[in-house]
C-alpha cells in the first residue's frame, strides 16, 4: 500500500491474506477477538497498518523540529463535514475546545500546541489565540468550509495520496 508496510509473509501464511468485504451493516462482522473494541482494533493495526517507514521517519523529524519543550498537548479540531453535521458526524464546540486548552496551559504555561484541523479559519484561531506557542504541518486545508475529501461537496483541490499523507502524519504525531 502507499502508506502502510505489507503484512509480514508469516503473520499472512498463519492468518491467510486479509480479505476485506463490504457490509453495508455490521450484521456479519466477527466478534471482536479482544476484551474491549478498542484492545482488537490495537491489535489489527499493529498487525496490518503499520506505517511505511518514511511516514514514521518524517513524522520523527517534525516533533523532533517542534516538541521541543517536552510538553505538547495535541489538540484535533473537525471542521467542514463535522461541523455541518454530515453522516450524523459532531464537532466539539470552540468554547470547550479553548477552555480545555486555557485550563491546560494554566498548569503548564510551557506547553506547546500541536494542531491538526482540516479547516483554515480554526489554524488561524489558534495562532491568534496562542500564537508561538502552536504549531502544525503545512496541508491541505479547506479555505472555505468546504470539505477536505468531498463527501458533499467538491472537495478540496489536492490528491488522494497527499490527503491520506497529511491525515496519517498528523495522526501519527497527535498518537
Excluded: W
Aim: charged share 25%.
Amino acid at each position: 500500500s502507499m502508506f502502510f508496510r505489507d503484512p509480514s509473509a508469516a503473520a499472512a501464511e498463519a492468518v491467510g491474506r486479509p480479505q476485506f468485504v463490504y457490509f453495508p451493516t455490521a450484521d456479519h462482522m466477527p466478534p471482536y477477538q479482544a476484551a474491549t473494541p478498542r484492545e482488537a482494533a490495537h491489535a489489527l493495526m499493529n498487525r496490518f497498518a503499520e506505517p511505511r517507514p518514511e511516514f514514521l521517519a518524517e513524522a520523527a523529524a517534525f516533533a523532533a523540529d517542534h516538541f521541543v519543550s517536552g510538553k505538547t498537548l495535541g489538540v484535533h479540531v473537525r471542521g467542514t463535514d463535522a461541523r455541518r453535521g454530515f453522516e450524523d458526524r459532531r464537532s466539539i464546540p470552540f468554547d470547550i475546545i479553548h477552555e480545555e486548552v486555557a485550563a491546560r496551559l494554566h498548569h503548564e504555561p510551557d506547553t506547546r500546541i500541536f494542531l491538526a484541523s482540516d479547516e483554515e479559519r480554526v489554524v488561524a484561531d489558534f495562532r491568534g489565540r496562542y500564537g508561538t506557542a502552536v504549531c502544525y504541518r503545512p496541508c491541505a486545508r479547506s479555505t472555505n468550509g468546504e470539505s477536505i475529501h468531498g463527501h458533499y461537496d467538491a472537495g478540496v483541490a489536492a490528491s488522494g495520496f497527499e490527503k491520506g499523507r497529511d491525515v496519517l502524519l498528523d495522526a501519527l504525531l497527535l498518537s
